[in-house]
């Protein structure tokens, strides 16, 4: 049996959306930006695309880029603020994803901007006093970039509180919503928020497509030079298959969210109460009983080396900490935030609605045979 217990680091595509990105590769491989029909009809694509995910989200269509993936979206925000929108300080957490992370150390190295990183309670979660008194503390430009749903342990920001303190500091605020995109609706219309990342493998489309959210208010310029595309803010010519896939993929999740959540929620309970049937030492990161993101099980066992690969051969897929760093084995900078000192093993489980209960008793079965027997 194979089974895929890896769905935060990414999806399969859904068949629906695999139709249409198959049809538009085959029938519409006009240029957008040509004025002859075939160009007008891959524009028309684009610009369906673009009302779907602004319709998803309660935005204007004006205020949908796509991108190439979540990365990009998150460099975008991050570095167009601070070259384009003088923002000379940015509050963020020291868990956030890499693509924020990293981003932040590389700023740092060009600009004169501070970084500073609020304080997290013991799941993870952004402590909103803290990020208050540090408001407060400073007169200088600010961003404040924060996850909605962290990668690797599933622990959920409130972002609409979060929105609403930047607001009345007069602070920018831009959210990591790339695992949350199509698991939770995001009304944008009720939310204050300046810049948003989304990527569509994370929600069954389409892998190298994602897109930016930037509120109407905020005028960047274009974090790739080049054509006049994505309306003068991206050069390059448009992925129209992953474009129309990934308006699909989104348009598939809202429709099915209430089902799925159901599906997925017991599949992760169920793997819970597996888990500590059989291990009577397992322990769970993040806010597991609370605020945290029905997909991701982040659990962490007793003396349990090499457990990934055991589970790679018996045909299991997880991850370790976040999956975007698999292959070099620099451990996880979330967990050394949270768990400095745990000398446990984690695992991340996560599920979509393409998982069954027969696969929960699969992994547990040869949970029990690599660690047990
Ligand atoms: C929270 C978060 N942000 C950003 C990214 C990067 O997205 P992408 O793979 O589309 O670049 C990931 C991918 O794992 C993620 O989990």
Redesign the pocket.
């Known amino acids: 049996m194979k089974v895929y217990f890896d769905n935060?680091?990414?999806t399969a595509v859904d068949e629906e959306v695999v139709k249409v990105m198959a049809q538009v590769l085959r029938e519409n491989y006009g240029n957008p930006s040509s004025i002859h029909a075939q160009g007008r009809k891959a524009r028309a694509t684009i610009e369906e695309a673009r009302k779907t995910v602004a319709n998803a989200l309660n935005a204007s269509i004006g205020e949908i880029f796509f991108t190439?993936?979540?990365?990009?979206?998150?460099n975008m925000a991050l570095k167009c603020s601070v070259r384009d929108l003088g923002v000379e300080r940015i509050i963020s957490s020291k868990i956030?994803?890499?693509?924020?992370t990293h981003t932040l150390d590389s700023i740092q190295k060009e600009k004169e901007v501070e970084v500073t990183f609020v304080k997290l309670d013991r799941f993870g979660r952004a402590d909103l006093d803290h990020l208050e008194s540090l408001l407060q503390s400073s007169n200088k430009k600010t961003l404040v970039s924060l996850?909605?749903?962290?990668?690797e342990i599933g622990t959920i920001n409130d972002i609409k509180s979060i929105g609403e303190i930047c607001h009345a500091y007069s602070a920018l605020f831009h959210t990591?919503t790339?695992?949350t995109m199509g698991y939770y609706p995001i009304d944008l219309s009720q939310m204050k928020v300046n810049f948003l990342?989304a990527?569509?493998?994370?929600f069954h489309g389409p892998?190298g497509c994602?897109f930016i959210y930037i509120n109407g208010e905020n005028i960047i310029k274009p974090y790739l030079d080049g054509g006049s595309q994505e309306r003068n803010m991206r050069g390059g010519t448009e992925n129209i298959a992953g474009i129309a896939g990934l308006a699909k993929a989104l348009e598939v999740s809202y429709a099915h969210l209430a089902e799925r959540r159901e599906k997925i929620t017991s599949l992760r309970q169920l793997m819970k109460s597996e888990l500590e049937n059989h291990f009577p030492n397992i322990e769970f990161n993040g806010d597991i009983d609370g605020e945290s993101h029905y997909k991701v099980l982040s659990a962490a066992f007793d003396n349990a080396d090499l457990l990934l690969m055991n589970l790679d051969i018996a045909g299991i897929a997880a991850s370790g900490g976040?999956?975007?760093s698999s292959g070099v084995d620099v451990g996880s900078h979330v967990l050394a935030q949270l768990t400095p000192d745990s000398m446990k093993t984690t695992v991340r489980f996560s599920f979509s609605y393409y998982n069954s209960e027969e696969e929960v008793h699969y992994v547990i079965d040869k949970l029990k045979e690599i660690l047990l027997s």
């Open positions: 935060a680091a990414t190439s993936c979540g990365t990009e979206s998150n956030e994803h890499h693509a924020i996850i909605h749903a962290n990668n990591d790339v695992q990342s990527s569509a493998h994370k892998k994602g976040s999956a975007c």
